[in-house]
């Protein structure tokens, strides 16, 4: 099967260390996740110090999402393993970036932006070899409509 790579962006204009703690939290998961949104009642389990959680239900099937590496307010890398209904796995990567120091730089190419520099912007990022992530084009937009988002 071919390789893929999913990469998604969005503004969200709130502070980065909060828009950085609902991703992080795993127990926050289900107020923003296009995969646990799809089952509410699908039974979930966290790891110690937040570390991981798993999941269980009839639509969702089972799997797995552990945090491996975390970058305050800047990166998180994670593995997601599916096990039920198909095997997968895939590292999962979320980087956060002030909008200000992307104007910065654009502004130094000679880009403007029309967007106001108070937001950040959240990248989710899934390479792979499984063509089965219809949910993660859901995953900022759950994301950004937790916190009120602007583009002028």
């Known amino acids: 099967m071919p390789k893929l790579m999913i990469e998604r962006s969005t503004v969200i204009e709130a502070p980065l260390d909060a828009v950085y703690a609902l991703v992080r939290d795993f127990k926050r998961w289900p107020e923003w996740s ?9 039974t979930l389990s966290f790891g110690e110090e937040g570390r991981s959680y798993a999941w269980n239900g009839k639509i969702v099937g089972s799997g797995e999402m ?3 590496d975390a970058v305050e307010n800047q990166s998180l890398q994670m593995q997601l393993d599916l096990l039920t209904p198909w095997r997968s796995q895939s590292q999962v990567r979320f980087e956060f970036e002030s909008l200000l120091s992307l104007f910065i730089v654009n502004c130094l190419r000679s880009k403007p932006m029309r967007c106001n520099t108070r937001g950040r912007i959240v990248t989710w990022a899934m390479p792979g070899r499984q063509a089965c992530y219809a949910a993660a084009r859901k ?3 759950r994301v950004r409509k937790s916190f009120p988002s602007k583009c002028m």
């Open 34 to 42: 296009p995969w646990l949104s799809a089952e509410k009642e699908a």
């Open 66 to 68: 552990r945090l491996l």
């Open 139 to 141: 995953c900022l937009s």
